[in-house]
């Protein structure tokens, strides 16, 4: 008999370049309704017409949670997600950023919701926003993006508290089978 599954929703959280994005993509490759918060941002920079870069992306970020508050991506996301879990039985919230996103859509979102931290030390993921293809980062950059969403995006919050946590120290492969084993052992794949 299969057992039952213990969440609906599944909350990928950490910081930049730990590993979030692969594990959502890998999850939305085998069938799960997967929402990016960023993408919340990304879709108003092109909104405005304006250059995707990190920037433009922090403006439209403060000024989303200057009107909304810090539960910005949450309180925009909302309906998309209780209407995804009238579809699916399991949704994927990848980069939930804060403490106050969270708490919203704990009280809420209308399901259980599981916080999982994919982590990786600061050096290893500096050298992954450098080299990736969209949107890389210089080390400052990155170590400013980092305090930044600490300081003034709770973003420690989700982390410190996260039910479960990975860490991506290794091949994404390494990563991949072992978000699979927890999300098996969770009750979570279909």
């Known amino acids: 008999m299969t057992k039952a599954p213990q969440c609906r929703a599944l909350a990928l959280v950490g910081m930049p370049g730990a590993g979030k994005t692969i594990c959502a993509e890998h999850l939305a490759r085998r069938g799960f309704f997967?929402?990016?918060f960023g993408g919340v941002v990304v879709d108003e920079?092109?909104?405005?017409?304006?250059?995707?870069?990190?920037?433009?992306?922090?403006i439209v970020r403060e000024?989303?949670?200057?009107?909304?508050?810090?539960?910005?991506?949450a309180v925009i996301s909302l309906p998309a997600l209780q209407d995804a879990l009238t579809i699916h039985e399991r949704i994927i919230i990848d980069g939930l950023y804060s403490f106050?996103?969270?708490?919203?859509?704990?009280?809420?979102?209308?399901?259980?919701l599981l916080l999982l931290a994919i982590v990786a030390s600061r050096k290893l993921r500096y050298r992954r926003l450098a080299q990736r293809s969209i949107r890389p980062l210089t080390a400052a950059e990155a170590r400013e993006r980092d305090f930044r969403e600490i300081e003034t995006l709770e973003k420690g919050g989700p982390i410190a508290i996260?039910?479960?946590?990975l860490l991506n120290d290794g091949a994404p492969a390494d990563l991949l089978r072992r978000l699979d084993a927890l999300l098996e052992d969770?009750?979570?794949l279909p």
């Open 34 to 36: 997967t929402l990016r």
């Open 186 to 188: 969770l009750g979570f």
């Open 162 to 165: 996260a039910d479960h946590s």
């Open 45 to 58: 920079v092109h909104r405005r017409g304006w250059a995707v870069n990190a920037s433009n992306e922090r």
């Open 100 to 112: 106050s996103e969270y708490k919203l859509l704990a009280d809420q979102l209308g399901a259980p």
């Open 63 to 73: 000024e989303l949670r200057q009107e909304h508050g810090m539960a910005a991506m």
